[in-house]
């Protein structure tokens, strides 16, 4: 069995600086797992690389389901089957939600009448039914724009998802619903990568392994417990802990 | 070189408001010249014929297949002149100049405004065929679109189209304009003007597809009663030249204007916007979005002015011109301006020009969609936000189309970027 998304040894830089320094993570098919670090550790970065930003000199190995993704274009990576769900996904005025979805799906070779029947399933069980005739991301809330984003993950049914931020910026309520869309999102075809900073998400998600990103490499992994050392001493006392 | 004579011929037996008006167009049209860039009208365009090139369509060449989008023709304007094909809707009186000004010369004088202040004005005040007067009379909605199907066909003429529009207090009406041509080389100066009374409500929806040889220089005048509201849409796809020169009078109190338009040049087209929209009235409100693509060598203008008179408290108005670069030759200008005499109003403009945005282009990536598709969407997405509002959407399904044609077109031929 393949993993959904293995990682080895991954360096990225930009110009001269080397922001991932050698990552390497592991996350197999039917799980969730979180990386947490500190601003600056180097997460957005991860994610942009994955996806393939291009501003990014890259070495090292990324599989998706046993397949290369280094190399690609990003078009090409998310019709392997990566989803990256934005920070901040960007507002495109104009393109209407459900026009888009259709135009993706296609593009991924997904059957018409299935696309369908998972915008209405998905739509009613996200609460995104009456965002599908608006903009693409247009004058939602912070909640509801991540909410879009896992909405288009499950129209398009990645092998591997990546939420970038995922609870930035929201509210207590906000952060509880987009946890119970990421929870209703598992399954034994996807494996998710949830990335956040606070560990309040994890609260109201139950993660399989939690990993701690800093400095560019994750430098340790764990169970709840890890999540519950950072809420108690914060990144300091686990980077003594670690010397 | 325009034949005299046929002014002189047109106003013998023509009712007196009438031929005195063709008279002072006349006296105006000998005594203009071809506009240059000096004026500040006509600033941004170079204009590359010669009115003395041309001549004057003596009657109504052949006319073009019919129209996609739209049922039934109300009223056709072939070479500048009109014929009604259809009974008029119950309320709805339609007829020439001539009838009008014979019947009722003090409501001619009201909805056809004494204007010359350029060559293709005084032209049309001097030359027009027949004019087309359509009225709703008070009190009246009209149901189904009044559809004027205006032709230009001779080459080597220059036509005078005159359409005025005239609403009554509390009527409401929803006219399509089609503005075509054949692939001649020709000229086309139509004039448009619509009067509204109190509490009149006007959906319009204007399409200009001139063939690729048309100098199309078109006028619009607005003028807005007491509490009148108007709601324009505005496409501009064809033309060597096409250009709109609009002015909007809020004169009455409670008056509201709103636009939405879009235009799409290509090859060596040029597209020139210029719109002056008058705020007179009190609690008057406007709102202008006009957005636009060139590609290829094409090149677009726009140029707003909003004006907002001393008097005129408590006015919101805002301009939008929103502008796509999709070729390195192509090139497109914005020329928002504010006028404000009175501190009693909120008030809005912007512009943009630029290329597709390399973010949106990343977010569509991002869910598996390839350059091409991606750059389809967006510039579908672009045009769809006003197509969406245009008061007639039976024409939206054409406009999409050749909008996207034009697009898929320069994607082939590898002329984005």
Redesign the interface.
Known sequence: MNLALEIIDLHASVGEVEILKGLSLEVPFGQIHAIMGPNGSGKSTLCHVLAGKEVYTVTGQARLDGRDLLGEPTDVRARMGLIQGFQYPVEIRGVKLIDFLREAADESGIEAAEVERRIVASGDQFDMTRFLTRSVNQDLSGGEKKRSEIFQMAILQPKVAILDEIDSGLDIDAVREVAEAVEAMRGPDVGILIITHYSRILRYLTTDRIHVMMEGRIVESGGAELATELEAGGYEALRSRLK | MLDRSIAERRLTGEPAVLAERRQAGLAAFEASAMPTQADERWKYIDLDFTIDDLTLPDVAGAELAAPIGVERVSARVVDGFVSITGDAPGGVRMGTFAELAGDDGELFGRVVAERSDDIFLAGNAAFSGDGLFVQVSRNTVVADPIVIDVQSVSAGTISFPHIAIALDDNAQASVVLLFRSSEAELAVAPVVESTLGSGARLFMTSVQTWGRNTQGLGYQRVRLGRDASMKMGEVGLGGALGRLDLSVDLDGDGSSYLLNGLSFGDGQQVLDYRMVLNHRGRNTSSDVLLKGAVEDQAESIFTGLLRIEEQATNTSAFENNRNLVLSAGAKAQSVPNLEILCDDVVCGHGSTVGPLEE??L??????????E??ER??V??????VIDKLPAQAVAGPVRDEVERKFVAAQEAGRLG
């Open positions: 973010e949106h990343y977010y569509l990536a991002s869910r598996g969609i390839g350059r598709r991606a969407v967006l579908k997405g672009f045009f769809d936000e």
